[in-house]
């Protein structure tokens, strides 16, 4: 049987082949596909960046609904699905954010991209506080008319954020 350990030996060709490859968008043109297909990988190494874009090729990447607790800073800052580090740790001590390792990353993260700021509190233990929203995929219906995104907008513009000491 070919499936027997140690059996590396074949003694015929592959019996089917593939006539086309595998197109992952080919009955799924959804924008969340889309979304995932224009996806780039930054801030990884080259043997995690394979294995995302292996992912995303044979449609076996899924997003992430809520954000991960990150592994270095033990916040809920891992926004990217099948990483264990946060953008900014990553960052700052310069390993691959999916593995941990010390290897050369392919596409760097850009420094004024964090989307975290790191603020030391009372006691002196450093926390981190999100300064965007997440940007995970919001359910919005396109029914809306633009009377009322006018009236949201308004409404936005005369709240007041403040930051609050505890």
Same mark, same amino acid.
């Not at 099948?82 to 740790?89: A, L, M, T």
């Not at 700052?92 to 991209?113: N, R, S, T, Y």
């Given at each position: 049987m070919s499936s027997e350990r140690g059996n590396v030996s074949r003694t015929r060709p592959q019996r089917y082949q593939?006539?086309?490859?595998?197109?992952?968008?080919?009955?799924?043109?959804?924008?969340?596909?889309?979304?995932i297909n224009a996806k780039l990988h930054d801030g990884v190494c080259q043997h995690c960046k394979g294995i995302l874009e292996w992912r995303v090729k044979f449609n076996k990447y899924k997003p992430l609904t809520k954000p991960k607790k990150c592994v270095k800073c033990l916040q809920k800052t891992v926004k990217e699905?099948?990483?264990? &580090? %946060?953008?900014? @740790?990553a960052g /700052?001590? *310069? &390993? %691959?954010?999916? @593995?941990?390792? /010390?290897? *050369? &990353?392919?596409?760097?993260?850009?420094?004024?991209?964090d989307r975290a700021e790191i603020v030391t509190t009372k006691n002196g233990q450093e926390s981190r506080e999100l300064d965007d929203e997440l940007d995970f995929d919001a359910n919005l219906s396109s029914k809306d008319s633009d009377e009322d995104t006018d009236v949201l907008e308004e409404q936005f513009k005369c709240m007041n954020f403040e930051r609050t000491e505890i």
């Open positions: 593939n006539t086309r490859a595998f197109r992952n968008d080919k009955y799924d043109t959804s924008a969340r596909r889309k979304k699905p099948y990483h264990s &580090i %946060c953008r900014p @740790c /700052k001590l *310069e &390993i %691959c954010a999916k @593995c941990g390792k /010390k290897e *050369e &990353i392919v596409i760097p993260i850009d420094k004024g991209q």
